[in-house]
């Protein structure tokens, strides 16, 4: 059996996508970084962003096609859900908590 081993990669790192449950059609979305948003922030702002995981969102659905631009959120799992009024794709219910991934990448790291 294999053992964990930390490669040292932080939450922060995986912060391009994050798929989540759409909330019209209950399928794949995609919550993404808002580029045109994001360079309409001034030096501060971005400063305060710096990897852009903070940064302006914004929501696509990749079956229906539904869209929505986001606030700001922290990004947590919680602000997903009241931003864009969905959850993550990758969250499951597992001996009494929730595991949870942001993207693929994520998942296997």
């Avoid at 790192?13 to 001034?42: N, T």
Wanted: with cysteine.
């Amino acid at each position: 059996m294999d053992r964990f081993l930390d490669n040292g990669t932080k939450l922060y790192d995986f912060y391009e996508e994050f798929l989540v449950v759409c909330p019209k059609c209950a399928s794949l979305g995609k919550v993404l970084i808002d580029e045109d948003e994001f360079a309409k922030l001034s030096n501060k702002k971005i400063e305060q962003n710096r990897n852009k995981f903070f940064g302006p969102r914004k929501f696509v659905c990749m079956k229906c096609l539904h869209r929505e631009n986001g606030a700001q959120p922290d990004q947590s799992r919680e602000q997903l859900r009241l931003v864009f009024r969905t959850q993550l794709w990758l969250e499951i219910e597992c001996c009494g908590d929730r595991i949870w991934a942001y993207n693929f990448e994520h998942f296997c790291s």
